[in-house]
């Protein structure tokens, strides 16, 4: 019964946690390993037990065949004065198995802390470790005291750490907390390993502005200054933020410079530095893409992406006949056509019944197509110098005056509305709609364009690619600077321009004229998606470094270089621009006015031979 005490301490400390399932490595017999079985069993622990006096070869995959696990943390005991135990701990360290989802309690009965370090000075033990060191005090065996052992990153300068937490006092019913021998137990554990001064991270500094090869004097220079915001502003809004990161944490950084976002999504470029886990931080923030997330964790949205073809439509383009012909539809151009008609029949027919009928009558006959005049007057509000007499020939005119006043209001309202309205906007809405147009389209030179480009799945990129680039004889002329690109949007009406979204909105409000930018058409090159800070997916400092940019986002720290390196949208005014209602609107008008009277005098000579004709005819019959 002299291990009861170290039983109790094993599920007193497993339940103190809350973990529920755990492997038991011992060499014990199964007499000695029975009772703490049954306090496990008792406990509701699920436990299995694993003898390290068996035959080695069973224990050479540790890993595999006990601690692969999918459950989202498993408890581990070890016993160090084991045969076995170095190992177990050396396969372990291999394996990185010193992590937060496995929580190790190490046992060793002579409290022999050389020992500890021996076998974890230069273990792969991650900042994020849950490992406790246990042992008995001297001058009392049913004492036992705690250590918190970690080491903030062995493979970047780290050193084993082994700090004192508490003792514990364990009978053979229950244990209880003895004394709190540091202030370990304040805080929780990476409170109190946020100290990164000893470990030098390796950042992956993403400059694509710049040769690569140039000075780390002037690509730091460069990262740290304001000025061109414009120029990688995603990569340095995630450098800031690192920054703020190595304040608080007070690591160093090694750079790892790079010119490249990824060659193959998840792969080359910075990304790659990530998956391969070459690089612990990156300077730009990326967008987490399906086969991003299998190696890298997103931590805070960072910025937005916009990847935008961007093409002006301007104003007064061309001769508009159309304009005053859309407030109605072709039906109802007829039907108000057939009613004027109806109308300039209706009042004949009412000149007649009154020249008939009435006493009053008018002084002579209007004809047909006078009262056809009569009706198409009241439509264009020009009123009538005939009049019916009869209360009911009044009644119709003034039904027809009204139909046409309330026509004309309607009609006239829609067309100043069009005219004066806001700028008119391309009916080219999606990419295969561009690819399939004659516009021509010019990209931006950066790296990440020409890859989306070239690798994308998508049927309409790749018709893009195809009838934009490929079938042009200088493939290359299409490549175009942004500011170059921008300009020849602004003087070109109808060139299409592809970058990213704030990188074009610095050089659009540097050249265009308000009037200018509201005439500007966007389509979204790929879908409008946030850019993510990235880690490893097992990184061991996820967790820590998550906090902080969680923290930073929640501060406006975030916010606030967001706001200043990348613009999300273009200033200006409703009113901003100059309506110009040229003569491109009225020249249908003033072209039918001109045939009407081309029209009108070829039916006058009409008339005037054909009253010449009659009168020679007359004069013929009477001789």
Known sequence: MTNLPLYRLIVFNLLEINLRSAMVFHCWSPREAYPLAKLMSESGIFAQF???????????????????????????????????????????????????????????????????????????????????????????QDTFVLRDVYNKGSHLGGQLNVTIDRSLQCNQSHCQVRDYLSDLHLGSKLQHRMDLSSITFRLAALVSVLPINSSEEALLEFLNSDRDAHMDSISRIGYRLILHCQEVLGFKMHYIWCGTWSVQDAFGGAIGMLTNESAEICTTPFVPSWNRLHYVHPMTEQAQFRAVCMFRTPHNAGIKAAVFLEPFMPSVWFAFMALLIFAGV????????????????????????????????????????????????????????????LMYNYYTSIVVAMLLGSPVRSNIRTIQQLADSSLDVGFDTVPFTKTYLVSSPRPDIRSLYK??????????????????????????????????????????EKHYLPREISD??????????????????????????????????????????????SKTKLHTFSNSFVIQVGMEYAAPLFISLLVAYFLALGILLLELSWARWGRRTILTLKL
């Open 346 to 405: 209706m009042l004949w027919l009412i000149f007649r019944l009154e020249r008939r009928w009435m006493q009053k009558c008018l002084d002579f006959m209007p004809s047909l197509l006078s009262s056809c005049l009569i009706s198409f007057g009241a439509a264009c509000i020009q009123g009538s110098y005939l009049m019916p007499k009869s209360a009911g020939g009044r009644l119709a005119f003034i039904a027809v005056m009204l139909t046409s006043f």
């Open 467 to 508: 009838q934009k680039v490929e079938t042009k004889r200088d493939p290359n002329s299409v490549w175009l600077s942004p500011e170059e690109g921008v300009i020849k949007v602004r003087d070109q009406p109808g060139f299409v321009y592809t970058s990213e979204a704030s990188f074009m909105y610095h050089f659009v």
């Open 520 to 565: 500007l058409n966007e389509i979204k090159l790929r879908p409008e998606s946030a850019v993510y800070g990235m880690i490893h997916l097992n990184s061991t400092y996820r967790q820590l470094l998550t906090q902080l940019q969680v923290r930073m986002l929640e501060t406006g720290i975030t916010s606030k270089h967001s706001r200043f390196f």
């Open 50 to 140: 694993i003898d390290l006096q068996q035959d080695p070869e069973h224990l050479a995959n540790i890993h595999k065949d006990y601690l692969d696990s999918e459950l989202p943390k498993l408890a581990v005991f070890l016993d160090l004065g084991c045969e076995m135990a170095e190992s177990v701990t050396n396969q372990s360290s291999r394996a990185r198995l010193y992590n937060q989802n496995l929580h190790w309690l190490l046992y060793d009965e002579a409290g022999n802390l050389t020992k500890l370090s021996h076998l974890f000075h230069q273990a792969n033990l991650s900042l994020n470790a849950d490992v406790t060191h246990a042992s008995r005090q001297e001058e009392a």
